[in-house]
């Protein structure tokens, strides 16, 4: 059975800090891994998809990478801002069984000091 | 703007009531998704559907019911058999292998 974790469960930084978030998965057979963004009493944004055969994506100053054989995902926040501080979670989509099915982790929750 | 629509933002019931949380998306996406979330639980599957007119449960479907008679509308019923309704209730859509795209939120309690 697919699991997915994420730790730290939070994490508190100053401002203008390089940051890396990790996302671990227990099954390698996965179609993609999506990284969200969610802010207090709102719901899920998406920040980055990877596809199972990408190593990574970058959208400014966020890059995800993705390692399947390791099971491994990191989210990397570069020179990170107050406004960036919000719950950080990772979904796995798996190939087997129901496939649409998507995986959450518990999320990281990022509070950046100013 | 695309996007997808909850409504209620928040909802309150008295116990033992029914209540249905509406979910609308102009996406044109196949998929859609209801998920509850608590503090500390991450989120959990209730029901989805990958067309219309036909839905699956998924991890915790029990005291909730929904339908799918349109493409674009995914109602959730909260009925009086499930034990602990008051949480944050998320909808989602997705087509092919795209992003799962969320909307706000309803937030129900239920006293």
């Known amino acids: 059975k697919q699991e997915v974790t994420q730790i730290p469960a939070a994490l508190s930084v100053p401002e203008g800090e390089n940051l890396v978030l990790n996302c671990s998965f227990t099954?390698?057979?996965?179609?993609?891994l999506q990284w969200f963004r969610q802010d207090p009493g709102k719901g899920l944004t998406s920040l980055l998809l990877i596809q199972s055969s990408q190593r990574e994506q970058t959208s400014g100053r966020l890059n995800a990478s993705l390692d399947k054989s390791s099971g491994r995902s990191t989210l990397y926040i570069a020179a990170s801002q107050p406004g960036d501080s919000a719950t950080y979670l990772c979904?796995?989509?798996?190939?087997?069984?129901?496939?649409?099915?998507?995986?959450f982790g518990t999320g990281t929750l990022l509070a950046v000091q100013p | 703007d695309g996007g997808i629509t909850q409504s209620p933002k928040y909802l309150f019931r008295k116990e033992g009531q029914n209540v249905t949380l509406s979910c609308e998306q102009n996406l044109n996406h196949d998929a859609m998704y209801w998920y509850r979330q608590d503090p500390g639980q991450g989120l959990r599957l209730i029901y989805y559907s990958q067309i219309v007119n036909d839905f699956q449960k998924g991890d915790i479907a029990e005291g909730y019911s929904v339908s799918r008679e349109k493409k674009e509308s995914f109602p959730l019923t909260v009925t009086s058999a499930q034990k602990n309704p008051t949480a944050f209730y998320l909808c989602a859509s997705m087509e092919g292998n795209s992003p799962l795209h969320f909307g706000n939120g309803t937030r129900l309690t239920v006293t």
């Open positions: 099954d390698s057979a996965i179609y993609n």
């Open positions: 979904a796995v989509r798996p190939t087997g069984g129901a496939t649409n099915k998507l995986i």
